[in-house]
């Protein structure tokens, strides 16, 4: 095994750009079994190619992926192989932070993936309510959505006040309600990027603006976010979770560095995942801080 690693490292880094690196055939081969060794299928050439031209336009697209670490961006890339999540369905993200490459899954991904626990019947996509929303709760026999009509034109300072996910599993319909304040507490408490936002007023050392953090650039996504990771803790915590593998990512909007002292997490997570790309599936990793 430890050859086998030390070969992935020579080829990795001897390529001239990231488009020759992906198409080596290491790389192919390491990504085709990782995914049918963890999905039990013979799909893995197909989506190795299908991630790969999506990849490869993430690169076109964003010049700072071409500077992370080589081992970090082949970590990256096969944790899609070992998950089955895709970039091109906007289930996972490969983000440069810094001089690695951080796999991400979003809420979307993450609710695939919940799909698959054996409990799970179905998980309705969640859905945001704004103030301006006509919305009424039922308390009997559980909290439960009565009513949700949805504006069509809001006002400009409208803001969103609940964020609800309706799912049912063998025992029954449940409904996961987070009011505003429970998802604020969390961005306030845990939101890296924001409390780093906040303590510096919005504004970078020079003066110029600071780049919004996810959670307020993107108000409906985070609380759809924080929904769906909650029932996901919620999930797994309760449940047996057997031949399903609930990734538990780094939120890069979070700004949770994964240990990146010295510039080194990734690649250690990453060496690890390299280590085990020969023939095993690859475990999932308790990485996500922000609920906790």
């Known amino acids: ?20 690196m992906m198409s080596l055939d290491s790389v192919k081969t390491s990504f085709v079994e990782n995914y049918n060794l963890s999905h039990k299928n013979n799909n893995g050439e197909m989506v190795y190619e299908r991630e790969r031209n999506a990849f490869m336009q993430m690169v076109h697209e964003n010049k700072n992926i071409e500077n992370c670490t080589r081992m970090s961006v082949y970590g990256a890339f ?25 796999f991400q899954v979003s809420w979307m991904g993450r609710l695939r993936q919940l799909l698959q626990l054996e409990s799970v019947i179905e998980i309705a996509v969640p859905e ?13 026999p559980k909290k439960h959505v009565k009513a949700h009509e949805r504006k069509t034109q809001r006002p400009e300072d409208d803001i969103i006040t609940h964020v609800y996910v309706n799912y049912e599993l063998t025992k029954g319909d449940r409904w996961l309600i987070l009011e505003r304040q429970d998802v604020v507490r969390i961005m306030q408490g845990f939101s890296k990027s924001y409390i780093i936002w906040q303590q510096n007023k919005g504004k970078n050392k020079d003066g110029s603006p600071m780049k919004l953090p996810f959670a307020l650039a993107f108000p409906e996504d985070y609380f759809k976010k924080t929904v769906i990771k909650k029932l996901s803790k919620q999930l797994t915590h309760t449940q047996k979770v057997s031949d399903v593998e609930i990734f538990e990512d780094v939120d890069y909007e979070e700004g949770d560095e994964l240990g990146l002292e010295n510039g080194s997490g990734d690649d250690r997570r990453a060496l690890d995942i390299a280590k085990r790309a020969g023939g095993k599936q690859i475990a999932s990793a308790g990485y996500d801080k922000e609920n906790k």
């Open 128 to 140: 945001v309510v704004y103030k301006s929303d006509l919305f009424e709760l039922g308390m009997l």
């Open 1 to 20: 095994m430890g050859n086998k690693l030390v070969l992935v490292q020579e080829d990795i880094t001897a390529p001239k750009n990231l488009g020759e």
């Open 78 to 102: 096969i944790s899609l192989a070992s998950t089955g999540l895709s970039l091109v369905n906007q289930e996972a993200y490969l983000i440069p932070y810094g001089q690695t490459l951080q």
